[in-house]
């Protein structure tokens, strides 16, 4: 078992606002990243497949068809895009990284085992800055 | 003559879009950046000022006060926020980085001179994201 | 569970030298790190709290408070500092960065409840060079 | 039990290439990397070693003979080498980066212990580029 | 006038070697960059184009014309290539850092004027190594 | 001309003291870093020579040269030592980055010559931190 992570980035707009609360609540919790007219990050995103190296290669997954499958499922979606608005499947979501991070796990675990047969997804890191960020494992069953 | 740098951090919110253009035409030149909903940053802004130093400190400028300046007239303003709506000075331009560095470049010259007498703005160099970024030294006269 | 991390940074003095042993036995054992007039290094410090994600807001722990925290707690005592000399939780401890890691966990594993009902304190990793690290995920019951 | 780190740096050519496969079949499935006249890269790797702190040091392991040892055992034979062509210990085996981190573990899990009696080697992470990168923890025994 | 950035990278084999000296010069000048089996880099390339912003645009040069510029004339000849064999523009040159950056003056300098009217190639940052670089400005007339 | 770098780093503790003030007077100046028990920093230190290239071996200076005389002359009596105590060139001044980089640069003028007939030193950029640098391009004569 080795673990092997593909680096990636995407920017885009978000506002953490919840919208069951006043505009004076969600400043007083969410303080400036509540801005209505929101405000945006560059995100750095580390996707991590653990598994077993095929003996014909070398590789637990080749990394140049993970990153392929991340621009196509993750990125494209993310990209330069708002984050409460443009993006379906953050619909009715708080998009914190910690939400996001859990989404990009969803997405990825249904996609990775169609370009590997030795791993499989094991954590998502995401940084919203270089200084705040999360990492996923996905659902502990 | 010797060159003292301090570099801070803000994220913000734009969008590239001229309004006399057709929507067509804007997405044509500015590609994803026009996204009519924003997309965002984590701006790093690195503030140099030359000068000699001061005999009686060894500094050019104490990096504590040009940090302080920094975030009241430049941060305060801009962090957190989005550049075509909520920031005054820069009200009826393209938020380009290279736009947003010739204005931070405007507000500072004017303030450094009140916290260094040994020491004058040189240059303003502000990365969008770590593959883009501009550096300005101010008008040539 | 998802793990969400902040980065703080401090600077501080310090000296590594075992008051048990000769000055001989500790230049032999800890080379110029032993040097009796000190040295020093900028410490960067990630804390890492795992929990649920609280539904109202996205969040395992507000970033925001979780830095006041740091800074209150860990950065407040160590930042410009000498370790062996200033910081009364290090008295009579070697400085090493094991030590100081380990430390910092037990005040913040006491402080992080006071900031969020979903999270607890998973790890504290601090870097004491770019190339020499520590990661402390608390003792183990 | 606390984690101790030490990063280190190597560069050196390679190319993937299986010998049982056809030229076209290499290209297909390695693309660039089975450029025949080689390519190359700056590693990055942190070595991990896991223990308890010795309480005379309060070190887990001295950072300076883990590099010492990283040097000589790791770096020695592979800093500015044809991972293909000069490095014994890989031979007739894929260069992937997950192959050379599983042996380079294998090199210093025997070599560790002579340097520390508190501390175990606990992973090889490899950077090929600070996109690409693997973590090995040893087989699971 | 400003100054306007972007980062790209590409990796490559190659190895110092001057044909006219025998190899045991080869080894006392060059080193282990002389091993005539290759090693290589990650090289990561700064390309600075500095003009006028274009009033309509608010850009010197739209950063990602920029980057498709360099992809199709410098990273597609260069990357995951051999600099000593594969890579016409370096035939019978030593390939060191400068060289190179030199090299990739020449040829953006002649292309840069097809994606900007307000802007010319200003200087050519070339990192062999995050600890080995060399800035190239062109000739000076 | 071209300008050819190489990064190194130190470690080392200081205060900024004058011993001209009183104790209030340089703690309202210098803050926490008059603290009379010192703290202490990670410098990483950038030297660039400037010249043309050497015909035979393609370098303006050998950077493994470089990298042994900056070891040599500024690393040794700078790394894992007090700078307002143990080093010679600094006694009697004010061990700022400022004074620092120009001290490094007198050092290094008079030694560069000896390792390359091509080049001469072009600057001395001094980071504290990563955060706050400066960069002497020596005096203007």
Chains 1, 2, 3, 4, 5, 6 share one sequence.
Not at 7 to 26: I, R, T, V
Not at 117 to 131: H, I, Q
Request: proline share 6%; glycine share 4%.
């Amino acid at each position: 078992m080795i673990y092997v992570s593909r680096k990636e980035h995407f920017n885009a707009a978000h506002k953490l606002y919840n919208p069951q609360w006043s505009k004076e609540k969600n400043q007083q919790v969410f303080g400036p990243c509540a801005n209505e007219n929101w405000h945006g990050h560059n995100y750095d995103l580390i996707i991590t497949v653990s598994g077993e190296t095929d003996p014909e290669t070398g590789f637990v997954v080749d990394l140049k068809k993970l990153s392929v499958l991340i621009k196509a499922k993750v990125l494209e979606p993310l990209d330069h895009q708002n984050l409460n608005v443009d993006v379906s499947f953050l619909q009715g979501k708080m998009p914190t990284t910690e939400v996001l991070a859990m989404e990009i796990w969803n997405i990825l675990d249904l996609e990775v085992p169609a370009i590997t047969k030795f791993g499989k997804l094991y954590s998502v890191k995401l940084y919203e800055t270089p200084r705040n960020f999360v990492e996923y494992f996905g659902p502990q069953l």
